[in-house]
């Protein structure tokens, strides 16, 4: 592969991208789409093209989030990354501001060509997403929390194809889980951080039986959902639990990276919940393909 091609490549992360087609997809199914897919003949003409639409909106926009983020950090990653496409040569700093913004400007044009509130929800995401890239993730609290609604706000994209918010709360999910991983990825370069993980695994737990309780009290999904719960359990808590005990920078990054990629099998479980067991099997089969890409591509 062309050095520079690769170079953009590697700006994208391209193994983080399934994780924001998973954010949108359990955000579709949130919204109720799935529940009639078998029943209604006009579905596929009707829905299948604005679920495509939004699926390539959020990738778009996640890989202009990361693109812009080293474009921000391309001073620093000179010192402490100085491996990375910008710091390198191989991508200069103007040709990754234009590429991000680019990626952006196609992430919202996408979702306006489903309906206004994507494309208004699309506009809050971006630039939610250059706010944590210029001045959130500077900050130790604002900063996770930013990343998280960054998060929250891709699977209410998806919840927007319906143009139907009487789920939103679910937003607070991801959220919370997502300024967990950040948290975690405090010590990526330095170690140190067992305050950080022990807080993580915290947020993790509030995730896990959060989920459990209101698809228990809303009459939801939950004996279907249970299977795809423990395996996102097993995959989040494991490399956490090796990084508190060898709190090695290797570690973190291991457990960052776990965290990140099993964001496509926390999709997959409130997908199920508001649909069916195959739905969140679909989702899942992201998860092959992003841990295949993160073997070719760094995920942080």
Request: one cysteine or more; aromatic letters at 12%; charged letters at 10%.
């Amino acid at each position: 592969m062309n050095p520079v091609l690769k170079g953009y490549l590697r700006l994208a992360r391209p193994a983080n991208l399934p994780t924001a087609a998973a954010d949108v997809l359990a955000g579709v199914a949130i919204s109720g789409v799935f529940i009639g897919v078998f029943i209604d003949k006009a579905w596929n003409t009707s829905m299948l093209w604005d679920i495509l639409l939004l699926v390539f909106s959020s990738v778009f926009l996640y890989a202009a989030g990361v693109v812009l983020n080293d474009f921000f950090d391309h001073k620093l990653d000179k010192t402490e990354r100085p491996e990375r496409p910008i710091p390198s040569g191989l991508v200069s700093v103007r040709s990754a501001a234009i590429f991000g913004g680019v990626l952006m400007n196609l992430g919202v044009l996408f979702s306006f060509l489903v309906g206004t509130v994507s494309g208004m929800v699309a506009i809050t995401l971006g630039l939610s997403i250059l706010l944590y890239d210029a001045l959130g993730k500077h900050h130790s609290f604002f900063g996770p929390l930013n990343m998280g609604v960054c998060r929250g706000l891709n699977l209410l994209l998806g919840i927007t194809i319906l143009s139907d918010f009487s789920n939103w709360g679910y937003f607070i999910f991801p959220v919370l889980y997502i300024a967990a991983i950040t948290l975690i990825s405090r010590g990526e370069v330095h170690g140190d951080n067992k305050n950080h993980i022990i807080f993580a695994g915290a947020l993790y737990s509030i995730v896990i039986l959060g989920i459990v309780v209101l698809f228990a009290t809303s009459g939801l999904n939950l004996l279907e959902s249970v299977p795809f719960l423990l395996l996102f359990a097993f995959l989040v808590f494991r490399p956490l639990l090796k990084a508190y005990s060898e709190n090695s920078p290797k570690n973190i990054k291991k457990a960052v990276m776990a965290g990140v990629i099993s964001i496509i099998v926390l999709d997959a479980s409130l997908a199920v919940g508001f649909s069916h067991w195959w739905v969140g099997l679909i989702i899942l089969l992201l998860l092959p393909l992003s841990v295949f890409l993160s073997k070719l591509f760094a995920v942080t």
